[in-house]
């Protein structure tokens, strides 16, 4: 340790003693290893050695938390966060954050165990990795074997971003679509391209990413109008008011990400370019009076 910190073994002993004597460390030595060791395994050092902004900003992660609910990293990260910020409690200052700054719910689907476990060991070791998949057309479960590049999570549900060896293309799947996955025998290297992000050209409408880039115009109206304006959605996205509304344009290859979120909008949102979102969006409208009709 000594060594490890750049100091000498007297100035280690004297913070040893130090943390026992004055801060009532649970410290005790192991003559077998030869060495100091807490004997209460969560002990953590008062609150009065970490700033109240820290512990405050640790206290709120725990609900951010939530939105991590559904997967097997949940409990330990919730066991990690209530250990450290301990000394909140000892202070009385605890939890009311908790009723004051709140995460809200998002739709989310739970993660098989085995499932997770098989991607992040596939993911840390860079195996190649086999499961049964089905699309989000439905149908049958299709086998696939990829190379795992990454875990995605968007609002509430997580993705594996990996190359499909079949296909010899990227994919994105979704976990909660998966079964009878396990670790192939093949490992691969990872390429210089590999990140999801250096493919999502710089806008920000969730896990999804085409090959071609469009220039979209959209207009929006009465209440979309202010919010759309609350936002970064892309890089360049361009904004410009009229005597209704306003015109936002911005260039993105998350075009079926784009066509959900127009018509999400309702009357509110209007696209101008390009032609094929103008098509497909007045196709969604056809179809809907067609609903509106039986």
Known sequence: MAQKYETSLSSIGRDIAFMKDMLNAPIEYCAKHRGFYYSEQ?????AGFSSAEDLLALGMARSLLSLYRNTPLFDAAQNLLDCITAPLAAEGKEDWYEDRIVVPPV???PIIPDIWKTITTGLKENRVLTFDYRGIWGGDYKARQVRPYQLLFDTGMWYLYAFDEERKAIRIFSLSRMKNIALAAGYFSLPKNFDYRSINS???????AGQEKFKFRIAFYDESALWVQERQWA???KIEETDDGVVMSFSSSQYNKVLEWVLSRGCT???????ALVNDWQGHIRELRKLGKT
């Open 42 to 46: 969560n002990y953590r050092i008062p």
């Open 107 to 109: 739709p989310s689907a």
């Open 202 to 208: 710089g806008s920000y409408f969730g896990v999804f």
């Open 269 to 275: 949102a209007e696209p101008f370019a390009p032609a």
């Open 235 to 237: 890089d360049d996205q």
